[in-house]
């Protein structure tokens, strides 16, 4: 995100020091947060390693004034230990914040993953524009939960020669009347960063998402849900209570 113009804030956490989204002074003034393998108190088997409540609420607050959250997940083969630590600790991230889904390592029962393959889809879209295939590093398909408005941006294929989205972007928000203001994406594969040799142009990536997530706070910002139908010569009000955007 620094290569594509962002100034960045950067905390991190070690196994024996938890750091805390609350740390960070007025996450508000921010156009994205990635949650790079979010997973609270690596040592202590007793905790669920999610976020705390204030976290949450923090999230919440950002991501119902338009803000979009990134949950940088990994590959679920097997023998890597992400199925049981960072993966579903970013899922239930997701559905706590209004959206959802699953890093698979079977789909129907059948054992599923993406490995070192050029065989990959970008999908059209303003957070891929420009963006040509690469080799990905090891994926694994990403299976959104049942109601979530979901745009896949890349599908890999898998060893059965199916192709499975393995970065989502999907609406999110807990307004209480239900609407969704805000986003998570979802990336399984952290190589698609830039990893040397895969050929992957994550400048322009990162363009895309800062320019669409600042169009979307912008949007927040005046009380217009950045996911409403445009329609064309329609005038409207709200009353909607949003939190003010700064740059």
């Known amino acids: 995100f620094n290569s594509a113009g962002a100034d960045s804030t950067i905390i991190r956490g070690e196994k024996t020091k938890t750091i805390y989204l609350t740390e960070v002074p007025d996450i508000m003034q921010y156009d994205v947060i990635m949650l790079l393998t979010p997973y609270h108190d690596w040592l202590n088997q007793s905790s669920d390693h999610a976020l705390n409540e204030e976290e949450y609420a923090l999230l919440a607050e950002f991501i ?46 059948v054992p599923s993953y993406i490995g070192i393959t050029t ?75 830039g990893h040397m040799g895969y050929m992957v142009d994550s400048t322009t990536f990162a363009k895309n998402i800062l320019e669409n997530s600042r169009a979307n706070r912008a949007a927040a910002a005046t009380g217009v849900n950045p996911h409403a139908e445009m329609v064309a010569q329609a005038t409207t009000t709200t009353t909607t209570e949003t939190t003010p955007y700064r740059t």
């Not at 199925?83 to 129907?108: D, H, M, S, W």
């Not at 299976?143 to 972007?169: A, W």
């Not at 307004?175 to 979802?186: C, E, H, L, T």
């Open 64 to 109: 119902n004034n338009g803000g979009r959250v990134i949950i940088q997940e990994e590959d679920a083969l097997p023998d890597n230990p992400f199925n049981a630590t960072v993966n579903p600790v970013g899922t239930k991230i997701a559905r706590k914040l209004g959206a959802g889904f699953t890093i698979a390592y079977e789909v129907n029962g």
């Open 119 to 193: 065989n990959m889809k970008v999908i059209d879209g303003p957070l891929t524009k420009g963006l040509r295939p690469w080799q990905v590093g090891n994926a694994a398909p990403i299976l959104v939960d049942e109601g979530v408005k979901s745009t896949p941006l890349f599908e890999g294929i898998d060893n059965n020669s199916v192709y499975y989205p393995f970065c989502v972007d999907m609406q999110a928000g807990t307004r209480a009347d239900g609407s969704k203001w805000g986003n998570i994406m979802v990336l399984s594969d952290a190589d698609l960063w």
